[in-house]
């Protein structure tokens, strides 16, 4: 111990922030292996057939799967998800409310991407005025706990939005609806419909668990190199001091 000398308050530091960022590290870790484990089911969810609105109410975790629908879109209530990006053009999200003619509920399907360069025009859209099939999947916000923050609902449509609270939307309109939003596959009555499914890959975590465990080594590697230094100092302070003694 005589060579190691590294000072009451740097012994302070080091106890209480090396653990910290060792345990940083193992939960970004964790988080990785989640997440890797959470896209593969919804991998396996978003390949499965789809299953009908019925048998998606009745889903204790619906995130993802797969529905078929079959009924009417409601042109007169649509909502323009604003702030959206596809390769690096501005526009917006056209979400409708759409009832399954099979369960009668309502469910709020995003038809996909729609590009809206000036502001002055509103975007352009149509709907299809027929009873036709859709085929869509559930979204969940990450990190939302299935819920969103909406914006406020006025009486003057469409509407454009910065977030969507299916919820509240079904209260509005004074019907019975699914609670989240749906977003729909390729088809005749999508538009763009290039979804990610995270926003955040196991390959983010997997760099953050880097970066905190290279500053547990660098705050080690200091701990130890002060130490030593202290000692070095301290003995030839020692060894000067007794040189001029004798």
């Known amino acids: 111990m005589k060579r190691f000398r590294p000072g009451v308050i740097p012994t302070v530091a080091v106890a209480l922030l090396l653990p910290l960022l060792v345990s940083l590290g193992f939960w970004q870790l964790s988080r990785g292996a989640e997440k890797t484990a959470l ?16 048998e998606l ?9 797969r529905v078929h629908l079959h009924g009417l879109f409601d042109a007169a209530h649509s909502l323009l998800l604003d702030n959206r990006q ?35 025009v509103p975007p352009q859209f149509t709907t299809p005025t027929d009873a036709l099939n859709v085929d869509a999947w559930v979204y969940v916000a990450p990190g939302a706990t299935f819920q969103l923050h909406a914006d406020p609902v006025s009486n003057s449509w469409p509407q454009t939005v910065t977030t969507v609270e299916p919820a509240k939307l079904w209260q509005t309109l004074e019907r019975d609806g699914f609670a989240y939003e749906l977003r ?29 465990f290279a500053m547990a080594t660098a705050l080690l590697g200091l701990y130890i190199y002060l130490g030593l230094h202290n000692a070095k100092e301290k003995h030839h302070g020692n060894g000067h001091e007794s040189t001029q003694h004798v």
């Open 39 to 54: 896209l593969a089911s919804y991998a396996e969810r978003r390949a499965a057939e789809p299953m009908a609105s019925t």
């Open 57 to 65: 109410l009745s889903s204790a975790d619906p995130a993802y799967r």
């Open 86 to 120: 596809r390769n690096g053009k501005v526009g917006v999200e056209l979400l409708q409310p759409f009832q399954d003619q099979r369960s009668g509920l309502w469910l709020l399907v995003n038809r996909g991407w729609l590009p809206w360069p000036d502001r002055r």
């Open 184 to 212: 729909a596959e390729p088809g005749p009555a999508s538009y763009e419909v290039d979804w990610p499914v995270v926003a955040m890959g196991p390959e983010k975590h997997l760099g953050y668990a880097v970066q905190w």
